[in-house]
């Protein structure tokens, strides 16, 4: 095991501008290292990109005002990985694809140079007050007390993004061990420069930091790259630390699936899961 560089000092993006017309929001980031994944060294990990084009969901406004008297909550978010997300600049732009009083279709499209390189659909519903009936929750996660704080990078392991973000194991051994693994994740920079990350930017990025979580095979000799990442939830999360409960699993032909339960501190408030290319490292 290799110990890590020091915290990275800079936020995942830097803004350089953003601007709304005929509804349609677009904003452009300077992707920083902190970005870049384990996998290449000039390329992000799917955790930052995806919370930004979530960063853009959330920041449109409701198409029909007065329509949702509570407010609304994103409820499921679709993130496709159409290529490679190179670090540096990238342009977000996300609008209203299906307006409604009560339910609405969004959409967001991550551009870098001249090519689309991930776009988001995200069911935003009129939220209600169904306390008395909630239920099927899943047990909670055991808390940060009786986690491992891992501050090692495995060999093989590009430095970048795993040395943005605090982990801390329940169980799995920690990055780099093969099989199920569960713990709490934490972003150690912002999101965006001068920006406080909201819980559900926060919980993208530790949703896309499942199948690490869950690593199936030895990275050195092994891809299992997520193609899209599914996040459906059942209430809004809250705080800085998400918490990941992952498994893998990994076909006889080149294709697999990562799932994972969402938490915070108060409990279960989502799932994902990930369509996943496996193929050896030449």
């Not at 000039?42 to 969901?57: C, E, K, T």
Request: glycine residues 12%.
């Amino acid at each position: 095991m290799s110990a890590p560089p020091p915290i990275p000092p800079r936020p995942f993006y830097l803004p350089r501008g953003e601007h709304t017309a005929d509804g349609v929001t677009r904003a452009d980031f300077e992707a920083t290292p902190s970005t870049t994944g384990p996998w290449f060294a000039d390329a992000q990990h799917m955790g930052p990109p995806s919370a930004l084009l979530v960063r853009a969901l959330e920041r449109l406004p409701e198409s029909r005002p007065g329509g949702a008297e509570a407010g609304w909550r994103i409820a499921r978010v679709t993130v496709e990985v159409l290529g490679a997300v190179p670090a540096g600049p990238v342009t977000v732009t996300a609008g209203v694809e299906r307006p409604g009083r009560t339910i609405e279709l969004l959409s967001a499209t991550m551009r870098a140079g001249d090519r689309d390189v991930l776009r988001a659909r995200a069911w935003r519903l009129a939220a209600s007050d169904t306390a008395v009936v909630a239920h099927g929750q899943a047990a909670a996660l055991p808390g940060r007390d009786a986690a491992v704080v891992r501050t090692t990078r495995p060999d093989g392991w590009l430095p970048g993004f795993l040395d943005a973000i605090e982990w801390a194991w329940l169980d799995g051994g920690g990055l780099g061990v093969e099989g199920p693994g569960r713990g709490w994740i934490r972003m150690r920079v912002p999101l965006v420069e001068g920006e406080a990350p909201s819980a559900a930017q926060r919980l993208m990025v530790a949703a896309d930091c499942a199948n690490g979580l869950a690593a199936p095979l030895d990275v050195t000799r092994w891809l299992f790259v997520d193609t899209e990442l599914t996040v459906h939830l059942h209430r809004a999360p809250a705080g800085e630390w998400i918490g990941v409960d992952a498994a893998t699993v990994v076909g006889p032909d080149g294709l697999g699936t990562c799932s994972a339960t969402l938490f915070d501190d108060d409990g279960h408030t989502g799932r994902i899961a990930q369509a996943l290319t496996v193929r050896a490292r030449r």
